[in-house]
């Protein structure tokens, strides 16, 4: 660029007439060519500047390509049972598991055969394996859109949650936070213990056509082995304290189980004030589809922040199953 300009003041210069110039015009001529000095000056400055910026994106570089070996190394670090790391961001010292799946645990935990893009995505799901031919052949899947439904003077959900240690385990689809025995709650008659809860990005269930930005899914079983589901939509609002704790000890490394000592976690607290609700008769909406789930989507949604969304989805870009048929289902609400 200065050679540009450094040869336009040249050829400006040169082209000069001949003959000798008067008073005035030598003083127009001499105020050219300073402006024309200005010009190749500030093209100079800019040259430079081009230079440090390109140089301070190329140090950039360098520091991001070291703080993703880092962070590898800490993935290594973190797997291995004799490792030594630094406290976590909460100051709690994190113990290393052997993985383990609880009798009550979603089968989603352990499968690695499918997911949510390209040949392994939802529409594949019922051709990847025998046991998941519900999630192609089944007519009571989910999640539904939620676009009309049928009044019922449906009474409250009786929510019995209590704190227990936080246990998260990174399933490669989603984080999932496991629960001790001892939590419930009532619907219908029937007692249900929690399990575990997890979440999605986007929300896979639809309220009048349209998604959230995360659904949080509290997975709970009866003595039956009857399945039972309780739904909270997350929308883009103050940072969420229980979220905050769960997102700063949540493993980024795929399998396995992490027990974070000092630290608890409510589930109580995920869980909306108000207490309106739909219910209706639904799948697992993971392979193998298991049907005869009771769903109970809460109307109300809760608030996380956009930071705290994004970053969930920076290790889940996506993690939501598409809308199912209704098909003869009717959802009933309070």
Not at 58 to 72: C, D, Q
Not at 94 to 109: I, K, L, M, R, T
Not at 143 to 156: K, R, S, Y
Not at 211 to 226: I, L, S
Request: charged share 20%.
């Amino acid at each position: 660029m200065n050679r540009l300009v450094l040869g336009t003041a040249l050829a400006l210069v040169f082209a000069m007439p001949a003959y000798a110039m008067d008073d005035a015009a030598a003083v127009e001529h001499a105020q050219q060519a300073h402006e024309v000095s200005k010009s190749v000056e500030q093209a100079q400055d800019a040259l430079e500047n081009a230079k440090e910026a390109i140089t301070e994106m190329e140090i950039k570089v360098e520091e991001a390509a070291v703080v993703s070996e880092e962070m590898k190394e800490g993935v290594a670090a973190e797997s291995a049972e004799d490792a030594a790391g630094e406290p976590v961001a909460l100051q709690a010292q994190e113990v290393a598991v052997v993985p383990a799946v609880s009798p009550n645990a979603d089968v989603a935990a352990v499968d690695q055969n499918w997911g949510y893009i390209g040949a392994a995505a939802a529409p594949f799901w019922g051709a990847i394996d025998k046991e998941y031919s519900l999630c192609k052949v089944g007519l009571a899947q989910s999640p539904v859109n939620i676009a009309t439904f049928l009044q019922e003077d449906l009474a409250p959900l009786v929510i019995d949650y209590a704190p227990t240690a936080l246990s998260l385990t990174n399933t490669g689809r989603t984080i999932q936070v496991n629960y001790k025995n001892g939590s419930n709650f009532m619907a219908d008659g029937q007692k249900y213990t929690l399990s575990h809860f997890k979440f999605h990005t986007p929300s896979e269930h639809y309220l009048d056509g349209a998604p959230y930005p995360m659904e949080v899914q509290f997975v709970h079983m009866n003595d039956a082995g009857a399945f039972a589901v309780v739904s909270v939509m997350m929308k883009i609002g103050e940072q969420n304290p229980t979220i905050e704790g769960i997102w700063q000890n949540a493993p980024i490394q795929t399998g396995g189980l992490k027990m974070v000592d000092g630290v608890q976690v409510d589930a109580k607290t995920l869980m909306p004030e108000g207490q309106g609700y739909y219910k209706y008769a639904g799948s697992m909406t993971t392979p193998p589809c298991t049907e005869n789930v009771q769903w109970f989507v809460m109307k109300e949604p809760i608030e996380v922040s956009e930071m705290q969304v994004k970053a969930f989805q920076a290790l889940f870009p996506v993690n939501a199953r598409p809308i199912q048929s209704l098909n003869d289902r009717v959802v009933v609400g309070n």
